[in-house]
């Protein structure tokens, strides 16, 4: 499986972006979005069962930022609205061979990763 994350850019906080996460390859597993700032440990954003019947959020984006995902198009994505500069971070996409029927939270549990995509967001 091979990830590929993209949308992300610079924009003023308020604003809204969304990041996507094509897969090639067997779509059916569950995906998460981390997050590194500068400096940073990579921490857990988001993550969605391969079916998308179940998600998950950090605290810290809850009600701001929302995941999902297209099957037909071996995408997720990751809408992100009320930016703050504290969003400010490289974005990774991950998938997992576990169980596609639930949701995980930790990078122990992801087994493949995409390259990052950097979002900075301006006060």
């Known amino acids: 499986v091979q990830l590929q994350a993209s949308g992300g850019g610079l924009v003023q906080a308020g604003d809204s972006l969304r990041l996507s996460c094509a897969a090639s390859g067997r779509t059916l597993y569950a995906v998460g979005w981390f997050r590194q700032a500068p400096g940073k440990e990579r921490w857990f954003v988001a993550g969605?069962?391969?079916?998308?019947?179940?998600?998950y959020y950090a605290d810290s984006v809850k009600g701001r930022f929302t995941i999902s995902r297209d099957n037909a198009k071996n995408t997720v994505y990751l809408q992100m609205n009320s930016l703050k500069p504290e969003d400010t971070a490289v974005y990774y996409c991950?998938?997992?061979?576990?169980?596609?029927?639930?949701?995980?939270?930790?990078?122990?549990?992801?087994?493949?990763w995409g390259q990052g995509t950097l979002v900075t967001v301006s006060s």
């Open positions: 969605i069962s391969g079916g998308g019947g179940m998600t």
């Open positions: 991950a998938a997992t061979r576990r169980y596609g029927g639930s949701v995980y939270y930790t990078e122990d549990d992801y087994d493949y």
